[in-house]
């Protein structure tokens, strides 16, 4: 996605959804209306518009049903099955939490129903700050890892902790230093390893490890795993700031800024962020994202 195809390919799948507003769709069929993948598409957006992809499938929804309501004499039944609700059950509660009002009251006139309306993608001109990063051609790479599994519903939740909750688990009990004990002195990095969330599966991986220097096979069975990463071009990203809110502010400008003026995209790889021993001064650590042109 370079310059304003970034922009373009966001507007054309935001046109996709709008015209197949009453099928069974979601952000997997959007992406694939744009030629992305669906992991790809998911963060994209999100970043970009402040929601998802589906998010804005069931407001607009949500939105042409009160309309319709209040406009029309269609009944409340024929709107929830209109509109993608199993049951006037479903749909009122639903309703109720996007309007402020159930559909029965916006019917009779009693309440009015909230617009929410098609998204433009439109360029802005930011503050003019230089954007930091670097290219490195990554070889394949093996980490020893404590690995955990999530579902991938959960980052759509803006307050879940589930992967800092697990490194403040792991520095608790020792994890942290017995990984970074595996390694010789200045060479102890750790790494946050973060695998694809796939469309087909239901769950997505994330690991806290080290590189694998031949000392896998003297750990005792079940203790941790190994994680191989493929060869990959990455764009690298330095997190400065004193905690992790900074490898989200990362991430923000990586998609907003560098996908669209240089052309890459993010690709299926694990990406990760890697905590040096011995650290730059202000730098948190650096992301890792797996990249190649569009």
């Known amino acids: 996605m370079a ?26 069929d959007a992406a694939r209306a744009v030629h992305m993948s669906g ?4 963060r994209v957006f999100s970043f970009t518009v402040g929601m998802t992809a589906n998010e804005y499938i069931r407001r607009r929804r949500l939105s042409l049903a009160g309309q319709e309501l209040k406009n029309t004499d269609i009944s409340v039944l024929e709107a929830a099955l209109k509109y993608g609700y199993e049951s006037p059950e ?54 020893i890892v404590v690995k ?26 020792g994890t942290l230093e017995k990984l970074r004990g595996l390694c010789p002195r200045g060479e102890r990095d750790l790494y ?9 599966e239901t769950e997505f991986y994330y ?19 190994l994680w191989e990463a493929e060869p990959a071009e990455y764009a690298v990203f330095k997190c400065r700031g004193t905690d992790g809110e900074c490898i989200g502010e990362a991430w923000d400008r990586f998609y907003k800024e560098f996908c669209p003026q240089t ?6 790889l694990p990406d990760f962020e890697l905590y040096y021993e011995r650290g730059e001064p202000g730098v948190f650590c650096e992301l890792w994202v797996p990249v190649t042109k569009q």
Request: aromatic content about 10%; charged content about 25%; overall charge negative.
């Open 39 to 42: 992991y790809s598409f998911h």
């Open 263 to 268: 052309g890459y995209v993010q690709t299926d």
């Open 90 to 143: 479903s749909f009122t509660k639903a309703f109720a939490r996007f309007h402020g009002s159930t559909p029965r009251q916006v019917k009779a006139g009693g309440a009015a129903p909230q617009l929410f309306e098609p998204l433009m993608i439109k360029i802005t001109i930011g503050g003019g700050s230089m954007l930091e990063y670097r290219m490195e051609r990554g070889e394949r790479m093996r980490f």
């Open 148 to 173: 955990r599994a999530f579902d991938n519903e959960s980052l759509r939740d803006k307050d879940w902790r589930g992967i800092p909750d697990l490194w403040t688990e792991c520095a608790a009990n």
């Open 192 to 200: 946050g390893i973060c695998g694809p969330v796939l469309e087909s």
């Open 207 to 225: 690991g806290i490890g080290v590189r694998d220097n031949g000392r896998m096979g003297e750990l005792s069975e079940g203790e941790y795993d």
């Open 3 to 28: 310059g304003r195809g970034a922009v373009e390919i966001l507007q054309q799948a935001i046109n996709f959804m709008e015209e197949h507003l009453l099928e069974d769709i979601g952000y997997v």
